[in-house]
């Protein structure tokens, strides 16, 4: 069984500050690493990818990939009230029958006026 | 863009009624899935389709079915519908034999069962 797993939270922060999310995951053949944002009852939005060891910024979100610590994060600079939102981690592996997405339950962010 | 779509945001359906949720996405993508959410559990794959007419069942394929007659469009029957399938069902695409590619959400179906 893969599994990806996240700190469910709630984590809080004040506005300005930096939010950092944190996802490991168990499958070491697991390639390609996203990030969605969920905003309460709606559908799942993606805003970053990683598919290389390292970090890959844009603008205010950073998103870091360690592949032999199996662990992924994403980092958001300058947090506004508007980020509140749930933050999942999802992990892609091409099996025989295509690819396969593994998702982590997710993390609730409030980011604090 | 990627648009998956799917045919109801709500739906309110009666327990043992038979319940069709229908997707469409418009980019040519080879995979979908079906997904329900439930507070605290996270995203639960129900069934996925990596072709026309292939299935393979996901982590809680019981109580459901799917149907994929054509390349755009992947549906999930409720063969009878029970309190315990209220839930938001998420459709999703994404090409295969590429991994490097996200999947895409369609907006959901809030679907209660009374």
């Known amino acids: 069984q893969k599994e990806v797993e996240q700190n469910s939270g709630p984590l809080s922060v004040p506005e300005g500050a930096i939010a950092s999310l944190n996802c490991t995951y168990s499958d070491r053949v697991s390639q390609s690493f996203f990030w969605y944002r969920q905003y309460s009852g709606k559908s799942p939005e993606l805003i970053m990818s990683i598919y290389s060891n390292g970090d890959k910024e844009d603008g205010r979100f950073t998103a870091q990939l360690n592949k032999a610590s199996q662990y992924v994060s994403l980092l958001i600079r300058d947090s506004q009230p508007s980020d509140s939102a749930t933050y999942l981690c999802a992990v892609n592996s091409l099996q025989n029958t295509g690819n396969q997405f593994y998702f982590g339950t997710g993390t609730s962010l409030t980011v604090i006026p | 863009d990627v648009k998956v779509t799917q045919s109801s945001r709500y739906l309110v359906k009666r327990t043992g009624e038979k319940v069709f949720l229908e997707c469409v996405q418009d980019?040519?993508?080879?995979?979908m899935f079906w997904y329900r959410q439930d507070p605290g559990l996270g995203l639960r794959l129900i069934y996925f389709s990596y072709d026309v007419k292939m299935k393979e069942k996901g982590d809680i394929p019981e109580g459901y079915s799917v149907s994929r007659e054509k390349k755009e469009r992947f549906s999930l029957i409720l063969e009878s519908a029970s309190t315990n399938q209220t839930s938001m069902y998420l459709c999703a695409s994404s090409p295969i034999d590429r991994e490097n590619q996200p999947q895409h959400f369609g907006d959901g179906t809030r679907l209660s069962i009374l």
């Open positions: 980019m040519d993508h080879e995979n």
